[in-house]
């Protein structure tokens, strides 16, 4: 028995299994579908759902993840946005600082705003550690945190920039092309990226065929993120 999500994310990088989260954006998918939805998402075998976006409406995220919760026994956990974000409906939350910015808003300004909620929740909190690489569009984590992406030819960066994080405490690390990416995080920067880290990987962001998602398993992904993919074609199989 895993005691935590963190745990289970763990074992499985230890043991080379692969995980799959599919991202939910609650101001893109309907409450109404979520029966729908979650049966499809099981069929994939998912091992998690992550709900987040960057431009969800206030309290939106709180009615979205109880409902999604009825639907289904898989684990949700926070991918959120910004800390208005936050429901005690969901089993965990990545709790994520924008490494490769240099915002303090995504450094620690939310994170502390997100404090008189926490200190009261029951959601198991995961220190994560949030990269933007080059996905060749601009995307909204870029808009929003008003931060440069490291170029996917920035090996270097990328590698100290993770290995920054897992020094300062971080127990996963998260390259992100970012939503709807036209690429995704290419194979010698997850590669290099993985060799350096003794932590578990997410790569996200652009992942659109089974060949990609396997290209990122193999060049060191623990856990792969889908989300346009899944909503642009939700009977979509990997
Ligand atoms: C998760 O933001 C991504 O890391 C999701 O990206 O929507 O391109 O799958 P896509």
Same mark, same amino acid.
């Given at each position: 028995m895993n005691k935590t999500i963190l745990e289970f994310i763990q074992k499985a990088s230890i043991k080379g299994e692969k995980l799959l989260a599919i991202l939910l954006d609650p101001d893109k998918t309907s409450i109404e579908k979520l029966a729908e939805i979650t049966s499809k998402i099981e069929k994939l075998k998912a091992n998690f759902i992550f709900v987040g976006g960057s431009f969800v409406e206030n309290d939106v995220t709180d009615l979205f993840v109880e409902t999604l919760k009825k639907h289904t026994k898989l684990p949700v956990i926070l991918f959120p946005g #910004? !800390? &208005?974000? *936050?429901? %005690?409906?969901? #089993?965990? /939350? *990545? !709790? /994520? &600082? /924008? /490494? &490769?910015?240099? %915002?303090p808003e995504y450094l620690i300004e939310q994170q502390i705003k997100s404090v008189p909620f926490l200190k009261n929740s029951t959601l198991e909190i995961i220190p994560t550690g949030y990269i933007l690489i080059d996905g060749g569009t601009k995307s909204s984590v870029l808009k929003v945190s008003d931060t440069k992406p490291i170029s996917q030819e920035n090996v270097e960066l990328a590698v100290a920039t993770a290995i920054a994080g897992m020094y300062k405490g971080k127990q996963l690390i998260y390259l992100e092309a970012? &939503?709807?990416?036209?690429?995704?995080?290419?194979s010698r920067l997850i590669s290099a990226v993985k060799k350096h880290i003794a932590i578990p990987l997410i790569v996200g962001g652009g992942i659109k065929t089974k060949e990609q998602l396997n290209k990122a398993y193999k060049n060191g992904a623990d856990l792969v993120v889908v989300g346009t993919a899944f909503e642009n074609n939700n009977t979509f199989k990997f």
């Open positions: #910004d !800390f &208005s974000q *936050l429901t %005690n409906h969901a #089993d965990a /939350l *990545l !709790f /994520l &600082s /924008l /490494l &490769s910015g240099r %915002n970012g &939503s709807g990416a036209k690429v995704p995080v290419n």
